[in-house]
């Protein structure tokens, strides 16, 4: 049995999932004749937390299994510092072998200061992801440039 403020934390988590506004959290209150979440007794929020869970969406079939935002931001890391490698001609650009992920993986951790890629937040990767191609568009930009001005 959830205490009153485990529910009232998880009313509160769910309205952010389900992205219900101030206006809308207030209907669901004046439904129940109250102000503030704080108002309500256990049974009461119990209910309400039941309905919002059945109005969050299923998860997406083709997704892959127990692929957290982390690990999707981790993928779009390691291509990221694939492209940026393959412009600096460290790797070759299509292709990506053993050698090739070691060497993207070793990059990311340096990159964020961690031991294991696993160990590499969404927030993180976002950061370094942008990072990255920003640094493979100069070089791109360069290439251009130099190749255009011969």
């Not at 009232?8 to 209150?29: A, N, T, V, Y």
């Not at 961690?114 to 191609?133: Q, T």
């Amino acid at each position: 049995m959830k205490t009153k403020k485990q529910l009232i934390r998880d009313f509160h988590i769910l309205l952010h999932r389900l992205g219900i506004s101030d206006i809308g959290k207030e209907g669901i209150l004046a439904g129940y004749g109250v102000d503030s979440s704080t108002e309500l007794d256990v049974p009461e929020l119990t209910e309400i937390c039941q309905r919002l869970k059945r109005e969050l969406p299923s998860p997406d079939p083709s997704q892959k299994e127990g692929s957290s935002p982390a690990e999707k931001e981790q993928r779009r890391l390691r291509v990221a510092i694939g492209k940026l490698l393959a412009a600096q001609g460290k790797i070759k650009a299509d292709g990506w072998g053993i050698v090739e992920w070691n060497l993207i993986a070793g990059t990311a951790c340096r990159a964020a200061k961690v031991s294991r890629m696993a160990d590499i937040p969404a927030s993180k990767c976002r950061g370094l992801i942008y990072e990255f191609n920003k640094q493979r568009e100069g070089i791109e930009r360069a290439k251009e440039y130099t190749i255009n001005n011969q």
